[in-house]
């Protein structure tokens, strides 16, 4: 066992009785989950989460009282995020005969949060194992996050870029003391070199943010296994509880474990969306786009350092090439889809931009969405008619332009979706690449596909109907930067294409 790992207390009486179902009074084997820090019991309708006794380089669950007060901070911090499936704190107990319970009068030997139980395969981790995980359920997830983080008291004293690099040095240790244990030497030199560099490079913007108010107390574990479906709603659960230091961060390296773990398990197109979801509705500048590389591969190297310690070391050398992969510098372009209302741009930009070069493919700029929040109209709700006069639209494409220009110069490739109907905007969307590879994609279809697409849309931020539509007209002198596709086929195809035309 590495140095600074020890077991404190022999928790195997309780785990006997907790697990036999003696303990909870169900008469029967209760199914049991060991993770990093935690037992979970498995009953018929509940679940136990029993504390391990452990002492790491990173926490101290040695005691009674300290796993006592890491249960009541669990249970405070996941009744904001998942209230229905929280329930309470309770003692583990011996009584005069020696009988283990949870709860009852006796000795108080241990404690357990009791959690409701989901269904089995509502786990996020399982439906992606199934091929089950949709964009739609990971938009409920991302809005779940993005409230949560949003209800959270802005905190100035924490946040620092020393404070990530003391996570840093504590990844060191703790792989270090893993590859000890193993009779190895640690693998992640140049990984830790390159956290170290990127920490120094961003720390002006690491200490803007947190001046900013975005250092927030976040979920702090935020993977799949830790995101689930409870009576029909997306819910993330289990916190990280034994050290809200260590949960209080900039909101963006707490979201990133979850684009880390989607890129992990090969769902580029997923993390693209949460992404883009996330940006839209916390209303993320998109100079912040630059600290996405270093905060996914700082999870990713948490993942690789916990792996090893685990003496996995086949998943912890997949986590350190993902972050190697991520940090690894890119040549960020700038693709612009424009064309009348149902030419299908917004579902071109959907599935072109995860195949674009950024840790989660490309930003995708909307002006509907642009628009929406402009005016303070939520995304599906129609905005006033002057959103739409002359003036007001030019304003929302150099808005889109300003944007572009901001996340490309962050490091990021950039889709652009409008109309761009007028001739200025589709100027100024050229401009924004200034020296960045720039394509203009002009999309074209027959006006009853158009029409029928239009129709067709639910809960979209387009407030064009139909007749709108068909009032448009192609503009004329479309300049060479601009490229005519035919959209009347599927997207696939069209994206295919679109592929082929990028080097």
């Known amino acids: 066992m590495p140095e600074g790992a020890s077991v404190a207390f022999d928790q195997t009486a309780i785990v006997t009785a907790l697990e036999s179902g003696d303990a909870t009074g169900e008469g029967r084997p209760l199914g049991r989950i060991d993770t990093h820090m935690s037992h979970l019991f498995v009953g018929e309708g509940r679940v136990y989460k029993l504390k391990r006794s452990r002492r790491l380089p990173f926490v101290d669950m040695s005691s009674l009282e300290t796993r006592r007060r890491a249960c009541e901070a669990e249970l405070a911090v996941n009744r904001a995020l998942a209230p229905a499936l929280y329930e309470a704190v309770l003692p583990i107990v011996r009584n005069q005969a020696g009988a283990i319970s949870v709860g009852g009068v006796g000795t108080t030997i241990d404690w357990v949060v009791v959690m409701h139980r989901f269904p089995d395969g509502a786990l996020f981790d399982d439906l992606a194992e199934g091929g089950r995980l949709t964009p739609d359920l990971v938009r409920d997830a991302t809005a779940a996050i993005s409230s949560f983080h949003a209800s959270q008291p802005s905190r100035t004293d924490i946040g620092h870029a020393v404070d990530y690099r003391r996570i840093v040095d504590g990844l060191r240790r703790l792989e270090a003391d893993g590859a000890a244990s193993l009779g190895l030497e640690p693998?992640?030199?140049?990984?830790?070199?390159?956290?170290?560099?990127?920490?120094?490079?961003?720390?002006?913007?690491?200490?803007?943010?947190?001046?900013?108010?975005?250092?927030?107390?976040?979920?702090?574990?935020?993977?799949?296994?830790?995101?689930?479906?409870?009576?029909?709603?997306?819910?993330?659960?289990?916190?990280?509880?034994?050290?809200?230091?260590?949960?209080?961060?900039?909101?963006?390296?707490?979201?990133?474990?979850?684009?880390?773990?989607?890129?992990?398990?090969?769902?580029?197109?997923?993390?693209?969306?949460?992404?883009?979801?996330?940006?839209?509705?916390?209303?993320?500048?998109?100079?912040?786009?630059?600290?996405?590389?270093?905060?996914?591969?700082?999870?990713?190297?948490?993942?690789?350092?916990?792996?090893?310690?685990?003496?996995?070391?086949?998943?912890?050398?997949?986590?350190?090439?993902?972050?190697?992969?991520?940090?690894?510098?890119?040549?960020?372009?700038?693709?612009?889809?424009?064309?009348?209302?149902?030419?299908?741009?917004?579902?071109l930009a959907a599935a072109i931009a995860p195949r674009l070069s950024g840790p989660c493919g490309a930003r995708l700029l909307r002006t509907d969405v642009i628009r929406k929040a402009a005016v303070g109209a939520p995304r599906a709700a129609p905005a006033a008619s002057q959103a739409y006069?002359?003036?007001?639209?030019?304003?929302?494409?150099?808005?889109?332009?300003?944007?572009?220009?901001?996340?490309?110069?962050?490091?990021?490739?950039?889709?652009?979706?409008?109309?761009?109907?007028?001739?200025?905007?589709?100027?100024?969307?050229?401009?924004?690449?200034?020296?960045?590879?720039?394509?203009?994609l002009w999309l074209k279809a027959p006006a009853s596909v158009r029409g029928g697409r239009v129709t067709a849309r639910k809960n979209d931020a387009s407030d064009a109907t139909a007749a709108i539509a068909l009032e448009q007209t192609e503009p004329e002198g479309l300049k060479a930067a601009w490229r005519v596709l035919d959209a009347d086929r599927t997207v696939d195809r069209l994206a295919d294409d679109v592929g082929a035309l990028l080097p």
């Open 389 to 440: 006069q002359p003036e007001a639209r030019a304003a929302i494409y150099t808005l889109l332009a300003e944007q572009a220009g901001e996340a490309l110069r962050a490091g990021s490739s950039v889709v652009a979706d409008g109309t761009f109907r007028e001739p200025t905007a589709r100027a100024q969307i050229e401009a924004a690449s200034k020296g960045h590879p720039f394509l203009g």
């Open 187 to 347: 693998a992640s030199d140049l990984l830790f070199g390159a956290l170290e560099h990127e920490i120094a490079r961003l720390a002006p913007t690491i200490e803007a943010r947190r001046r900013a108010g975005w250092t927030r107390r976040g979920h702090g574990d935020l993977h799949l296994r830790n995101i689930c479906i409870f009576d029909g709603r997306v819910t993330p659960f289990d916190a990280l509880e034994f050290d809200p230091a260590l949960a209080t961060t900039d909101i963006l390296y707490d979201f990133a474990f979850l684009l880390m773990d989607l890129r992990a398990r090969g769902l580029d197109g997923l993390a693209n969306v949460a992404m883009n979801q996330y940006w839209d509705l916390s209303r993320q500048p998109q100079d912040a786009l630059a600290l996405l590389p270093l905060f996914m591969a700082l999870r990713a190297a948490v993942r690789m350092a916990v792996a090893v310690e685990a003496a996995d070391l086949v998943q912890a050398d997949a986590y350190r090439k993902l972050a190697l992969a991520v940090l690894r510098p890119s040549t960020p372009r700038l693709l612009a889809i424009g064309g009348l209302s149902g030419t299908g741009k917004s579902t």
